[in-house]
């Protein structure tokens, strides 16, 4: 038996949550006689991630599955390559990070399997028993698969180290059998934020904004002292639909899931679905000039005040 | 064209739920239930498309409890057309509820289902791709935008870092996210309206989707708590404690 985790990248580089997907990984090979754990990168002209997973530590043998309609990485090529892949091998688990890409593929991966994948794992228990957050974090599901032959699992970077780029150097296969996409998906484009955006979820500092910075504009305060501590900005929902900021900034329940060293969260109330974004963070700091915000109830340091007054003066005296 | 949406009746997202002291599950009795957020978006975006001429005829479906049709009479006093309730006394999972759907897109031969990308109360995130997956159809998760003409749908797609548009053909299957639309409040003329919509309840026993839990929950606990935190009462104060008490700046 094997475990196999699909690798998310663009083709240039490997994203650092497959590194914490990886590590989930090696814990499963661990409660479970230490299977080999096995990489498959899908993408177009991707060799140079297959090299980077194969320094990933824990990592025993890379997959490239490399052809130019696997380049854009939609659901339906991507999970039909896997499921090719899937049958070469004698796989216990198929594991993908619990980002936009993981959870798009997954789990149409898992209904071709007829499994019943389990979503966004923070903690292995054993080889078919994982803990993960239901209710917007509120509560901490144990579950067990005990009867699908094959789990399938996406992992949340929070609950797990990435695993080191290290030394390693685990041999990498080509993938001869490339299955068709007969589906008729096409790409028409991409819009990304420029290079410089730090990606929050591997941050190890991230600061947020809320409904209390007012407009757009004062984002850029924030972003100021971002710059400052080599921060990731992050936003909450209300900023994000008051149109402050992109989607891809929120922190919560339904955006992205992070838990740096550092979380300041300024002019934010503090709702439940917030909370379930960025509460494992291990130092958090709120600025807020309503004393009663509940964001205060989950932060170490409290500062009550105008967010847009103590802005510039922290940034100043960093 | 057709259009199916899928609902799940769901704690309303105001709600902070509690963990039951023996450990097995949350406690959900007389808490306030709404439908799920994701899913009043797919239910906008569909009246959306037939107030533009696109869609002739919404369909609603929701799985679960006789309770389930106050959801579905909500979807069609926002302007849905008819609505269907597979009537279930125990939970489905993602799987099982792909199939039930997947059983009913094959009797109603929709071009287009919408659902809400993840349900607030499992937040698995699943149904949409494992019934696209089932059907074998494209699939156009995260949606911000939604565009149909001449037998295809172009997606724009909320993902980490931007945002990516997909060209699928149709038939497809869309998740909603956020900034798709803002959903409409539903007006009490609307609400009399619905009460007269079809509503159809089909026993889930009748559809032959197998419904035997795969996953067995063995515990749901709440999270750890935070130790209290302290107040500062200036910006030097916050910058010394990060500095020499947290050590993180």
Redesign the interface.
Known sequence: MSILVLAEHDNVALKPATQHTISAGAKISEKGGNPEVHVLVVGEDAEVVAQASARVAGVNKVFLADASHLGAQTAEAVSAQVLQHIQTGDYSHVLAPATTFGKNVLPRIAARLDVQQISGIIEVLTVDTFIRPIYAGNALATVQSATDAIKVLTVLSTGFDAAAVAQGNAPIESVKEIVNDPSGTRLLGRQLSSGEKLELTAAKVVVSGGRGLQKAENFKLLEALAAKLNAAVGASRAAVDAGFVPNDYQVGQTGKIVAPDLYIAVGISGAIQHLAGMRDSKVIVAINKDPDAPIFQVADYGLVGDALEILPQLTAQL | MKVLVSIKRV?D?TV??R?KSDGSG?DLDNVKMSMNP?DEIAVEEAIRLKERGIVTEIVTVSIGSSACQETLRTAMAMGADRSILIESENDL???AV?KVLKALVLKENPQLVILG??A????????G??????L????G??A?KLELASGKA?VT?????????????LPAVITT???LNEPRYTTLPNIMKAKKRPLDIVKVGDLQVDPTL??????????RP??A????????E??T??RDE?K??
Not at chain 2, 129 to 134: D, N
Not at chain 2, 136 to 139: A, F, G, I, T
């Open positions: 704690v997202f902070k739920v963990v949350v994701f999972e993602p799987l792909a990308k993840q607030i109360d499992d937040d698995s995130n699943q149904t791709q494992l019934l696209a997956g089932l074998d159809w494209p699939q998760t995260f911000s172009v797609r909320e993902i980490d870092g931007g945002l990516e548009t997909l060209e699928l053909p996210d956020l900034r795969r996953l067995t929950t063995l515990k749901v606990e709440a999270p935070r130790k935190g302290i107040r500062v009462a200036s910006v030097e916050l910058v404690k990060l947290a993180v700046i």
